[in-house]
């Protein structure tokens, strides 16, 4: 069955849609792409399942007054042939509901696991930066119990069949052994849901530090070799030590709460089982039920048990999922990091044609005013020096701050908003157009880029098969890749911490000039790497004339390749050069870079 109802369900930027919800989240699950007719499987099976186990004693019990009692061989061996049958549709529908409901479940979270990547790779990006491992325990286990609705609906309603055929068991055997039933089953789930609450509280509380000490593992995780760069061991341990410890407090609050609950439910649930078995056999004495059916009386009393015990975790049950599916509904209505502004985005394929827009691969015509990039210094509130770029052209931009460096890269990649008539792309307010478009004109990796689990070929071209000879030499990985076990085709493992930290850079590098964007935004490339390999890297970034470069550096060897150096940030008016005019005018710039 196709899962498609989450392709369309992301933030649609300007696109009015319904917000996301609890309800909605489990009209999803429940039902997206015609899953209603698995669900209706799943419970039809599950429920005629409960109904034979139910018929299982009776039967037994009908065997030992007309068959055994008598001492009819005949009879027997109908009975026995109608248990037989009892049994093969106990099996064959417990299967069908199973498969079904499991089919439900799994679609259901492979959609929700859907909509929460692409919540968070949507591409106007999310206000509040969520921790890696809190999005993973999004993914994963709030989407597993929020798909598991499914059983629990199928399950639930399976349970109410089998207690219904068990009262209807008993009123044929005895009126008042089945009203008996009746009349104990909505009290003894009154009291069980009673004794829920605190379960309901505390399974809430465990499920959300489990989630936020799991995120904290797999960010430590990922970062072990910048922690023991840093010294910061004991820190990091320490505050793990402290959120796993609230969580095992959590943890075991919920399993006393859950321990309690099930004692009270078992002693009530036996409670309820010796008063039936007392009165049947009080009536078998009597002489008003039969033998048989004081057989039948006591294993269908038996059974029930376990129907009317998973009738009282429903609530328990359910307010977990309702936490789950409020968490992702949060992640899900995380307002956009760049929001979508009040005058209609031009389309990518309306800014994008041919008449209006440069080719990504070819020069901007000769005489054209509008550069392939500009930042503008008349902004309100600008903190940026003011340039531009266009094809071959290499730009530095000199910021003394690092706050201030790594918002303008984030700007320039539009991972944050750009406020109006602050950047031009090809002539036009980069505030007014698609992020997509202005992500396929300017690529702006943040300077801690990540490598992926994949070959050294999948990390550096990505979404090209062939490698790109130029990229390879500029980044100045020939030479430590040929002498990895399997060349290129090596795969990294664990965000290729088995690499050193400049191998690893350089390889983020060669991703970085791998794109077909025409401009290309360099944030600090080569800050891991020694000064001769820094040397090569700077002498490969000019082979790139179709391409326009803007290098965020304070690095003298890199600053010395480019055509024009802005310097922003200092206390005066910015300042433009070439890193020699610089060196030579700019005590400021010397002070920030050096010689």
């Known amino acids: 069955m196709p899962s498609g109802s989450a392709t369309t369900s992301c933030p649609p930027g300007l696109k009015q849609r319904a917000p996301w919800t609890v309800s ?19 419970c039809a099976g599950l429920a005629l399942h409960q109904i034979s186990e139910a018929l299982v004693p009776a039967t037994i019990g009908a065997a030992v007054d007309n068959a055994i009692e008598p001492n009819d061989v005949g009879a027997l061996l109908r009975w026995l042939g109608a248990l037989a049958v009892v049994f093969v549709v106990l099996a064959l529908s417990w299967r069908l509901g199973t498969l079904a409901t499991e089919r439900s479940f799994n679609y259901g979270s492979h959609d929700l696991r859907q909509l929460v990547v692409e919540r968070t790779l949507h591409h106007r990006g999310m206000a509040v930066r969520r921790a890696p491992g809190e999005i993973v ?42 009203l008996a039933v009746l009349l104990a089953t909505p009290v003894v789930l009154l009291v069980m849901n009673r004794l829920t609450k605190p379960l309901e509280n505390r399974s809430d509380m465990e499920q959300s530090t489990a989630a936020q000490a799991g995120a904290l593992a797999t960010d430590f995780i990922t970062g072990s070799r910048p922690l023991k760069g840093l010294g910061a061991e004991d820190a990091a ?69 376990g129907p009317m015990a998973s009738l009282g975790f429903l609530s328990v049950e359910l307010a977990r999922k309702r936490a789950s599916a409020a968490r992702i509904a949060v992640l899900l209505e995380e307002p956009n990091a760049v929001p979508a502004r009040n005058a209609e985005e031009r389309t990518t394929a309306a800014v994008g044609s041919a008449a209006t827009l440069t080719s990504p691969t070819e020069p901007a015509p000769y005489g054209d005013p509008a550069p392939l990039l500009e930042l503008s210094g008349k902004a309100d509130n600008s903190v940026f020096p003011p340039f531009t770029a266009s094809i071959g052209e290499i730009v530095g931009v000199v910021l003394p701050d690092g706050d201030q460096a790594r918002k303008l890269v984030d700007t320039l990649g539009f991972r944050t908003p750009a406020p109006p008539g602050l950047i031009s792309i090809d002539g036009r307010d980069a505030a007014h157009l698609d992020p997509q478009h202005v992500r396929s004109r300017v690529f702006a990796d943040r300077h801690d880029g ?12 990505v979404a090209s098969t062939e490698l790109e000879e130029r990229a390879l030499v500029a980044a100045a990985v020939e030479d430590f890749v040929s002498q990895l076990p399997e060349g290129t085709e090596t795969v990294l493992t664990g965000h290729g911490q088995s690499l050193s930290g400049g191998q690893r850079q350089r390889l983020v590098l060669g991703r970085s ?17 020694d000064t001769a390999t820094e040397a090569v890297i700077a002498d490969g970034l000019r082979n790139f004339p179709d391409k326009a470069l803007v290098l965020v550096t304070t690095s003298p060897t890199l600053l010395g390749i480019c055509h024009r150096v802005v310097v922003g940030g200092a206390d005066g008016p910015p300042e433009t050069g070439t890193h020699r005019e610089l060196l030579a005018t700019s005590a400021g710039y010397r002070a920030v870079v050096g010689s």
């Not at 499914?150 to 009126?175: C, D, F, K, N, R």
């Not at 407090?249 to 099930?262: M, Q």
């Open 450 to 461: 990540v490598l992926f689990r994949g070959s050294v070929r999948e990390n550096v071209a």
């Open 24 to 42: 909605r989240l489990f009209t999803l699950t429940l039902f997206a792409n015609r899953r209603w007719r698995l669900l209706l499987v799943g």
């Open 237 to 305: 341990i320490a505050r793990y030590r402290a959120t796993s410890r609230e969580s095992l407090t959590s943890a075991l609050k919920a399993i006393r709460a859950k321990s309690a609950y099930t004692g009270a439910s078992t002693a009530l649930s036996a409670a309820f089982l010796a008063g039936i078995a007392f009165f049947a056999a009080w009536f078998a004495v009597q002489g008003t039920i039969t033998v048989g059916e004081l057989v039948a009386v006591v294993g269908v009393a038996q059974f029930v048990q």
């Open 513 to 529: 000039l791998h794109q077909k964007q025409a401009v290309i935004v360099l944030h600090d490339p080569t800050t891991a790497v």
């Open 137 to 178: 325990a999004i993914a994963s286990s709030d989407a597993d119990r929020v798909a598991g609705l499914s059983w629990l609906i199928s399950g639930g309603l399976a349970a109410v069949a089998g207690v219904i055929t068990s009262a209807v068991t008993l009123l044929l055997i005895s009126v008042p052994l089945g």
